[in-house]
Each structure stands twice: as structure tokens, then as C-alpha cells.
T-cell receptor, first 114, second 115 residues
Framework: GAVVSQHPSRVICKSGTSVKIECRSL??????MFWYRQFPKQSLMLMAT?????????EQGVEKDKFLINHASLTLSTLTVTSAHPEDSSFYIC??????????FGSGTRLTVV | AQKVTQAQTEISVVEKEDVTLDCVYE???????LFWYKQPPSGELVFLIR??????QNEISGRYSWNFQKSTSSFNFTITASQVVDSAVYFC????????????FGKGTRLHILP
């Protein structure tokens, strides 16, 4: 089946540094990818929709300068958390639609900012 | 606006009991998809089922079954003869067809299966 590979699975970084998370569609092309954030014991909240070759669309309340999204190819989307702070610590997960109405999710990245 | 409500925040049952997770959705669109996902402690999202709005047939897959009723805008999920490995958070979700592809998740139901 369709697979979305997400890396890293866990990352710990110092406050003020930037962290990049990658999502790759392994066996299909994804013109659109979705980035979600999940705080402990909460639901998944859509942060932004990345579109290959164009600017990402951010949900209301999400700072586009803080969460930089790049979708440079049909199989790769990246999310960079810039100048990370402890409140950015969360579980980030990406997804893409390989077709047929279904969605495939990456395995998630647990970010801890210390 | 679209919305998915999972009223049960947390449920605990003893192993081998049956358990039903409720999901109620809101949308004015007539064409949409409904999903159920399982999220074990590892965090990954495991796809369980997708149902489109044209198909109200109930579905059974092993110990899992789903009851889709458009009249009440509900898409409930039942696990029969529950097992400890079923312990996880379960999310119901909605996506409109022919729109911007967003999936809207409910808040999830945390299910504890006690040995």
C-alpha cells in the first residue's frame, strides 16, 4: 500500500534552534501534503497544507514564519520549526492522499524543545 | 461548518466485553467521506475504515464493525470481544469530497481494555 515516510521520529533540540521534519511519499506522487500537530491527549489539528511548487496554505492562528513549509518535489514536503521554544514541543504528523479518497499518514515526529 | 463530535473522552472495559465508540458529524454537504483511525501509544495513525456518504451499508471486519446512519449523522464503531491490544485512542474523521482535501478529526476516544 501507499506509504508516507516521516523523519525523524524523535528529536530533542535546544530552545532557539530550528528543526526540520521530512515527509516523503514512497510509492506515489503527492501534489498536496498535510501537516498536523497533536498536543498530549488532544486531537490532531491541521496546521497547513503544502502544495508542490507553490506556497503552503496555513490554518488560522498558525504562524507561517515560524513553521516553514517547503514542498519542492512531488514526493517530498518539509516542515521547519524555526526558533523553537518549549511550547512548540508536540507531536507533528504529515499525511497525503494517494488517491481513492483515502489518506496515508507518516509515523509522526515527537519534538521536545528544552 | 464541518464538525466531528466524539462525546466519549475515555472508556474502560474489561477484556472480552463489547464496546461501542460513538461518532456524530455535522456537514451541509451531501458528499463526504468518514474515517476511523486508531492511534496506539507509539503515536502512528492506523487506518481502520473509510466510508463514503453514498454507502450506508454497515461493515464488519473481524471483531470490528461500523454502523453508518445518515439520518442521525452518526458513524459508530463497535469492537466485539475486546482485547488488551485494542487499547488506544480512536479518532473519527470527516472529509468533504470535491473540496480542499482537509480531514477534520474528532477529539478522540481513549479506550482502555483491562485484563
Amino acid at each position: 500500500g501507499a506509504v508516507v515516510s516521516q523523519h525523524p521520529s524523535r528529536v530533542i533540540c535546544k530552545s532557539g534552534t530550528s528543526v526540520k521534519i521530512e515527509c516523503r511519499s514512497l510509492d506515489f506522487q503527492a501534489t498536496t501534503m498535510f501537516w498536523y500537530r497533536q498536543f498530549p491527549k488532544q486531537s490532531l489539528m491541521l496546521m497547513a497544507t503544502s502544495n508542490e511548487g507553490s506556497k503552503a496554505t496555513y490554518e488560522q492562528g498558525v504562524e507561517k514564519d515560524k513553521f516553514l513549509i517547503n514542498h519542492a518535489s512531488l514526493t517530498l514536503s518539509t516542515l521547519t520549526v524555526t526558533s523553537a521554544h518549549p511550547e512548540d514541543s508536540s507531536f507533528y504528523i504529515c499525511s497525503a492522499n494517494p488517491g481513492g479518497g483515502g489518506y496515508t499518514f507518516g509515523s509522526g515526529t515527537r519534538l521536545t524543545v528544552v | 461548518a464541518q464538525k466531528v463530535t466524539q462525546a466519549q473522552t475515555e472508556i474502560s472495559v474489561v477484556e472480552k466485553e463489547d464496546v461501542t465508540l460513538d461518532c456524530v458529524y455535522e456537514t451541509r454537504d451531501t458528499t463526504y467521506y468518514l474515517f476511523w483511525y486508531k492511534q496506539p501509544p507509539s503515536g502512528e495513525l492506523v487506518f481502520l475504515i473509510r466510508r463514503n456518504s453514498f454507502d450506508e451499508q454497515n461493515e464488519i471486519s473481524g471483531r470490528y464493525s461500523w454502523n453508518f446512519q445518515k439520518s442521525t449523522s452518526s458513524f459508530n464503531f463497535t469492537i466485539t470481544a475486546s482485547q488488551v491490544v485494542d487499547s488506544a485512542v480512536y479518532f473519527c474523521a470527516l472529509r468533504l469530497m470535491n473540496r480542499d482535501d482537509k480531514i477534520i478529526f474528532g477529539k478522540g476516544t481513549r479506550l482502555h481494555i483491562l485484563p
